[in-house]
Nanobody, 126 residues
Framework: QVQLVESGGGTVQAGGSLKLSCAAS????????MGWFRQAPGKEREFVSA????????YYADSVKGRFTISRDNAKNTVYLQMNSLKLEDTAIYYC???????????????????WGQGTQVTVSS
């Protein structure tokens, strides 16, 4: 079992930045692929970014590429999402998730992740 707790959400003006953190506990953090997803009101949960266990490979949704950066610190059992140049459409609840498999084919599929955090709200205002 893996427990995930997100933090760092809040309200920021368009063009601003936020850094989300996800602290993991339970099984060996470094064994897991970590991902970030988001869900806006009335919309389905969507993939944002993922990082492999070593941190050597990262993946991004086209909508955030060049603006968001995912990273992890296995010594601290924490994964981060640095969000820059935030847009109104980035407003959502952001969820941290983890899984064992490294299959690229399913990296963006929420159903392929085994553990989820409770989410943290990010609101971008004009």
């Amino acid at each position: 079992q893996v427990q995930l707790v997100e933090s760092g959400g809040g309200t920021v003006q368009a063009g601003g930045s936020l850094k989300l953190s996800c602290a993991a506990s339970g099984r060996t953090f470094s064994d897991y692929v970590m991902g970030w997803f988001r869900q806006a009101p009335g919309k389905e949960r969507e993939f944002v970014s993922a990082i492999t266990w070593s941190g050597s490979s990262t993946y991004y949704a086209d909508s955030v590429k060049g603006r968001f950066t995912i990273s992890r610190d296995n010594a601290k059992n924490t994964v981060y999402l640095q969000m820059n140049s935030l847009k109104l459409e980035d407003t959502a609840i952001y969820y941290c998730a983890s899984r064992k498999t490294v299959s690229l084919a399913t990296m963006a599929q929420a159903a392929s992740y085994d553990y989820w955090g409770q989410g943290t709200q990010v609101t971008v205002s004009s």
